[in-house]
C-alpha cells in the first residue's frame, strides 16, 4: 500500500489549495481516509476525514472552509481548502485508517 500526496504550496491568507492523495494497493472507496497536518515544533492533528459510506468529520478549526472527497474512478482522495489562514500552515499528510499506512507529507504555506 502506497499513498503519495501533493498539492502543497505558498498560497497568501484567502486563497485556496487542493492536496491529492493517489492510492495505490487498496481502493479508496472501501476504506476509510484522512487528513492530518503538522505545524513546526506540534504534534500531528486530525483535520479531516471520509469513511466508507461517504460521512465525512472534520476538525472544528477547518469547518466550513475545506472539504474531504475521493474520486473512487482515479482512487484519489482530495482536500479542497478555501480561506486559508496562516495558522493552517503545516505539513499536510493523508492516512489510510483501515490499512494503517501514511502518505508523505506535503507542506502548506499561507503567508500573512
Known amino acids: 500500500v502506497q499513498l503519495q500526496a501533493s498539492g502543497g504550496g505558498l498560497v497568501q491568507a484567502g486563497g485556496s489549495l487542493r492536496l491529492s492523495c493517489s492510492a495505490s494497493?487498496?481502493?479508496?472507496?472501501?476504506?476509510?481516509m484522512a487528513w492530518f497536518r503538522q505545524a513546526p515544533g506540534k504534534q500531528r492533528d486530525f483535520v479531516a476525514s471520509?469513511?466508507?459510506?461517504?460521512?465525512?468529520n472534520y476538525a472544528n478549526s477547518v469547518t466550513g472552509r475545506f472539504t474531504i472527497a475521493r474520486d473512487g474512478a482515479k482512487n484519489t482522495m482530495y482536500l479542497q481548502m478555501n480561506s486559508l489562514k496562516p495558522e493552517d500552515t503545516a505539513v499536510y499528510y493523508c492516512?489510510?485508517?483501515?490499512?494503517?499506512?501514511w502518505g508523505q507529507g506535503t507542506q502548506v504555506t499561507v503567508s500573512s
Open positions: 492516512y489510510a485508517m483501515t490499512a494503517r499506512v
Open positions: 471520509i469513511f466508507r459510506g461517504g460521512i465525512t
Open positions: 494497493g487498496i481502493e479508496l472507496n472501501f476504506n476509510s
